[in-house]
């Protein structure tokens, strides 16, 4: 029979205990864990608390020393997701890099990330827009954060004063739909993806020549 983890197990007389704040962040990364695997398979409106409890193997009361709720849950592992991610892709930008190398790298990077956990990728990319305002808010903060980066672009562009003022949005739309898809078919290959990617988001800004360039060095 599997043993428990040693820091859940019980503690030997005269042994010092785990002090309670770090127990209290096991028990609560595993019920993350464990919500965010329900959440992307379920979906946000066929999952209930019970569901969540269940898979984390803990009580109903537990879970609400943890979270509200739902909903409450779900923007935890949302947050969590996004933290995750953002700070994989900030580690990958290559030092003192031109914009379109920060790009690149990010996309490179975001495309690895739902490849390696597609759970977690439909939970941020696709629940999150049914999941509540909140959360939908949350994701919306997100993208319009995506599209002030890649506004960034223009200076880098010979055509900037002919770009349409809503190219960024229009892009990140795109982007997002795309993702969503690919999502739901388990189609994530990086590889297979990352030229089609780049040529949504970066060709508009260096033309195709020189996005050819730059996928070729990502």
Request: charged share 25%.
């Amino acid at each position: 029979m599997a043993s428990l983890p040693q820091h859940l197990m019980a503690t030997p007389v005269g042994r010092e205990r785990l002090p309670r704040e770090v127990r209290a962040g096991y028990q609560r990364d595993r019920v993350l864990a464990a919500a965010i695997e329900v959440f992307a398979k379920r979906g946000y409106q066929g999952t209930t608390v019970d569901h969540v409890v269940s898979a984390a193997r803990i009580g109903v009361g537990s879970f609400y020393s943890i979270f509200d709720g739902k909903e409450d849950c779900f923007l935890a592992a949302y947050d969590r997701i996004v933290t995750a991610g953002r700070e994989r892709i900030a580690a990958a930008q290559p030092p003192g890099g031109a914009w379109s190398d920060h790009v690149a790298a990010g996309l490179r990077t975001l495309l690895e990330l739902i490849a390696a956990d597609p759970l977690a990728a439909r939970v941020a990319l696709v629940e999150a827009q049914a999941a509540g305002d909140a959360a939908l808010a949350r994701h919306e903060r997100n993208l319009d954060d995506v599209a002030d980066f890649l506004r960034l672009g223009r200076a880098a562009s010979a055509i900037a004063e002919e770009l349409p003022a809503t190219l960024e949005f229009a892009t990140v739309g795109g982007l997002t739909w795309l993702l969503q898809q690919r999502i739901a078919t388990g189609e994530n290959a990086p590889d297979d993806l990352f030229p089609e990617v780049l040529e949504i988001v970066v060709e508009p800004y260096l033309g195709e020549a020189r996005t050819a360039e730059l996928a070729a060095r990502f």
